[in-house]
């Protein structure tokens, strides 16, 4: 049996060598090597792993590991996600709520995290939705326009 660690590195070994769209297929590639592995430990894996879904085209994706670093990758990143998988924003008091395309919730709240901005407190993300919270209203109000702006370049 596998430890944690050694799950997961295989995991990353596998997606740098497959394209993998879907935790299922993970799990069919993971059985297939032998290792016993339900679908929960590997949606736990994806998260602690951070990896994100990347489109291929004609609307498939695979995972990846998150490769951004400074904050200028950061936001190219961003950008380049708000414009193809960002459906909604809006505000309600100090909180940002995002509806992505389903399945890109978590990679978006990830690279969001990664920014380490003082008037974003944090994020969590479920399949089509995040949850950012900010400091205060006036810096949430100044947050979604920024995160808006990204969507229009």
């Known amino acids: 049996m596998l430890s944690k660690e050694q799950r997961q590195k295989l995991i990353q070994d596998i997606i740098a060598r497959e394209p993998i769209g879907t935790q299922s297929e993970l799990v069919g590639r993971l059985q297939a090597q032998g290792v016993q592995v339900t679908q929960a430990t590997v949606s736990r894996d994806v998260s602690e792993l951070r990896l994100v879904r990347l489109p291929i085209g004609r609307g498939r994706h695979r995972y990846a590991l998150s490769q951004v670093s400074s904050?200028?990758?950061?936001?190219?990143?961003?950008?380049?996600?708000?414009?193809?998988?960002?459906?909604?924003l809006d505000r309600a008091e100090n909180l940002i709520i995002i509806k992505t395309v389903d399945g890109h919730a978590i990679g978006i709240a990830y690279l969001l995290d990664k920014l380490r901005r003082d008037d974003l407190v944090g994020t969590l993300a479920g399949q089509d939705t995040i949850f950012i919270a900010a400091r205060t209203t006036l810096e949430a109000e100044g947050l979604l326009e920024e995160l808006s702006s990204l969507s229009l370049v």
């Open 71 to 88: 904050e200028v990758d950061v936001m190219d990143e961003l950008g380049r996600l708000f414009r193809t998988l960002v459906r909604d």
